[in-house]
């Protein structure tokens, strides 16, 4: 017998659905706000509108949109932004091996479908109630009724966020979302010349005589850093 014949169906029907659509309501909430924070992020970005609706309909990974916005927006290669998005998910390269206790014995095409809505809190709850590897007529149905749940608990707090989030008022506080996205989208346009020095070394001032000037560090006017000066010797001592 087949393993898909062993699924229950309708899937929704089944009390496990119930009992995993239970189970991630206590996080929708917190799911919800992270959404739209980052639909904000995405808002005040400049990120064009069209590109970033695909994008959060399509990605699936809050961590990913944040880290890969400043660099679409900043114009960097294509292979800079797909190795900053995969060094941000390898947390998943472990997961896999967790779902595949779970998961494995069912076909590839499923499998690659359930793939594209797993996510942190959907393998945390599904330790939490089978610490081990259940039939799969409990554990699909458990996982497909979280995922009810956790995917529209996303996605709509974030596609509001995208649309509105240039309306909302700097006074709910929620403005400071796209801060760091603006933040890291002018340091990336202007990386090459963060490291260039910008001040003149400042002398020592002791009792009555002036020792030789010593290296000083002001903000670089690209990024905010602090970078010394170059090419200053250290200060000689000189006795009273």
Same mark, same amino acid.
Request: aromatic share 8%; charged share 20%; with cysteine.
């Given at each position: 017998m087949s393993s898909s014949a062993l699924l229950p169906s309708p899937l929704w029907r089944h009390p496990e659905? $119930? $009992?995993g659509l239970d189970d991630m309501t206590g996080t929708a909430l917190g799911i919800a706000a992270w959404g739209l924070l980052t639909g904000i992020a995405m808002a005040k =970005?400049?990120? !064009? &509108? /069209?590109? !970033?609706?695909? &994008? =959060?309909?399509?990605?699936f990974a809050g961590s990913a949109q944040l880290a890969a916005l400043p660099l679409l927006a900043s114009g960097a290669p294509l292979w800079v932004i797909w190795a900053t998005a995969l060094c941000g998910n390898l947390r998943f390269v472990i997961f896999s091996a967790g779902w595949r206790r779970y998961y494995g014995a069912l076909p590839r095409r499923q499998r690659l479908r359930m793939s594209y809505f797993m996510a942190d809190l959907n393998y945390a709850l599904l330790l939490k109630r089978f610490p081990e590897p259940a039939p799969l007529s409990q554990s699909v149905p458990y996982f497909w009724g979280g995922v009810a749940l956790n995917y529209p608990a996303w996605h709509v707090p974030s596609l509001i966020g995208l649309f509105v989030g240039d309306r909302i008022p700097t006074a709910w506080g929620l403005g400071f979302a796209g801060t760091p996205t603006s933040t890291l989208s002018a340091g990336a346009s202007r990386v090459t010349t963060a490291f260039a020095p910008t001040t003149e070394p400042a002398p020592i001032v002791t009792g009555p005589r002036i020792l030789a000037p010593a290296p000083t560090a002001t903000p670089s006017p690209s990024v905010g850093?602090?970078? /010394?000066?170059?090419?200053? $010797?250290p200060p000689s001592v000189t006795p009273w």
């Open positions: 659905f $119930r $009992r =970005s400049d990120l !064009a &509108m /069209p590109l !970033a609706l695909l &994008m =959060s309909l399509i990605v850093c602090l970078f /010394p000066e170059a090419r200053v $010797r």
